[in-house]
């Protein structure tokens, strides 16, 4: 079935550091690909997204590109803050349904 | 616009005892969309209402859980009798289009309610 499977946690970097989640899926068809993150107290809210092959999602510095042929949608930011501190959720949309994959707490250190 | 809004935000409860979430979705969101984060693992889907329609409820765990969307606004899922393993978020969201896979349609997520069943 479909599923998608990111970098375990917790992940703590200094600021200014390179920041990379890996997130990999499976699925049937061509599924759209999210990321969504979790700031403290918050509620998800959706980061980026990309729809296609080769599509690169970007927003707040981060960016992910939609890479079919290794089935990877990998998160990426060049300089973190610490106002990124959050557990960040890589998602696919098939059919109906978005799955999830386990979230991976980021704690970004002054 | 107010967002997706639930309630409570926290709540314990014994095992044995009931708890009903209540979820405000976006106005004029026909779907619905109930998720749930057992703690340390992955956000998983329990069911999808259009309107006060069951879409797709292949993710509820089991009879001990029961969604209602009465009149297609607001959502409750009831949990009866609680048992220890249902501890977690609960997450509600909305979207006013149907979800498509190639379409990039998001939906928007709600804060999420905590539960901890004791």
């Known amino acids: 079935g479909d599923s998608v499977t990111q970098m375990e946690g917790p992940v703590t970097l200094s600021e200014e550091a390179f920041l990379t989640i890996n997130c990999t899926y499976t699925?049937?068809?061509?599924?759209?690909l999210f990321w969504y993150v979790q700031y403290p107290g918050e509620g998800l809210q959706l980061l980026l997204k990309?729809?296609?092959?080769?599509d690169k999602g970007s927003n707040k510095g981060f960016e992910a590109t939609y890479r079919k042929e290794t089935t990877s949608f990998h998160l990426e930011k060049g300089s973190v803050q610490v106002s990124d501190s959050a557990v960040y959720f890589c998602a696919l949309n098939a059919g109906n349904q978005f799955y999830f994959g386990t979230g991976t707490s980021l704690t970004v250190i002054p | 616009e107010a967002g997706v809004t639930q309630f409570p935000s926290h709540s314990v409860i014994e095992k044995g005892q009931t708890v009903t979430l209540r979820c405000d979705p976006i106005?004029?969101?026909?779907?619905l969309y109930w998720y749930r984060r057992v703690m340390g693992k992955e956000i998983k889907f329990l069911l999808h209402?259009?309107?006060?329609?069951?879409?797709?409820e292949s993710g509820m765990p089991n009879n001990r859980f029961l969604a209602e969307r009465t009149g297609g606004t607001y959502s409750t899922l009831k949990v009866q009798p609680a048992e220890l393993e249902d501890s977690g978020v609960y997450f509600c969201?909305?979207?006013?289009?149907?979800?498509?896979?190639?379409?990039?349609?998001?939906?928007?997520f709600g804060e999420g309610s905590w539960l901890t069943v004791v």
């Open positions: 969201a909305s979207s006013q289009d149907r979800l498509r896979t190639t379409s990039g349609n998001t939906i928007y």
């Open positions: 209402f259009v309107k006060e329609s069951k879409q797709d």
């Open positions: 106005s004029g969101h026909d779907n």
């Open positions: 990309a729809t296609k092959a080769d």
């Open positions: 699925a049937t068809g061509y599924p759209s």
